[in-house]
């Protein structure tokens, strides 16, 4: 079956410092892959996308690139912010004959930026 | 643009009474619908899926029902709430044929 495999947090980084947080997934195909992120209270919000593989997703300073060589959706932003702090998920999504496609979530990593 | 909307943002119910979310999509038609809920934590539960109305897919046995009696509206009820069944309730929303899921702003639901 499909499976997402994210880093285990809690993270915390101070303010303009790099960030990487690490995803895996299992899959057989092509499946497409997203990083959503969720503030303290909120819903999930798509951060980035990709469908395919070599595709790089990017949003609001954030980037991740499908590799489908290592099975990898790493998600990375240069110069994290305090207003990053937040938790993210990865998430997989495949073409299901005769059903909804269905995501398929990573355990999630919670970040906390210090000013 | 399309918006989803959930309500109520927060309830506080006792052990064994009912109980009923709303969620409502605008500015688009024939959503796939999606209920989840995250308890303590950060993992989310798929709960039950619908890909039309009065089309309902339940993913995890529970005392907890769905229905989709409008092509925008998507319902969760129970007849006898739990403890266990506390937690943040997302409802999420895509296009047909797309993998992206939106979704809406939950519902913290704390029963006592």
């Known amino acids: 079956g499909n499976s997402v495999t994210q880093m285990e947090g809690p993270v915390t980084l101070s303010e303009e410092a790099f960030l990487t947080i690490n995803c895996t997934y299992t899959a057989t195909g092509y499946p497409s892959l997203f990083w959503y992120v969720q503030y303290p209270g909120e819903g999930l919000q798509l951060l980035l996308k990709?469908?395919?593989?070599?595709d790089k997703g990017s949003n609001k300073g954030f980037e991740a690139t499908y590799r489908k060589e290592t099975t990898s959706f790493h998600l990375e932003k240069g110069s994290v912010q305090v207003s990053d702090s937040a938790v993210y998920f990865c998430a997989l999504s495949r073409i299901s004959s005769g059903s909804a496609r269905q995501l398929t979530f990573g355990s999630g990593t919670q970040l906390t930026v210090l000013p | 643009s399309q918006t989803i909307h959930q309500w109520p943002a927060t309830l506080v119910q006792p052990v064994g009474s009912p109980l009923s979310l709303e969620c409502t999509v605008e500015g688009t038609s024939n959503p796939n619908l999606y209920w989840y809920r995250q308890a303590a934590g950060r993992g989310l539960q798929l709960l039950f899926y619908?890909?039309?109305?009065?089309?309902i897919s339940s993913e995890v046995p529970q005392n907890l029902s769905a229905s989709r009696p409008q092509d925008r509206q998507f319902i969760l009820s129970s007849k006898k709430l739990l403890l266990s069944d506390s937690g943040f309730y997302l409802c999420?929303?895509?296009?047909?044929?797309?993998?992206?899921?939106?979704f809406g702003p939950g519902t913290r639901l704390t029963v006592t």
């Open positions: 999420a929303w895509k296009s047909p044929g797309v993998g992206e899921q939106y």
């Open positions: 990709a469908t395919k593989a070599d």
């Open positions: 619908s890909v039309g109305i009065g089309q």
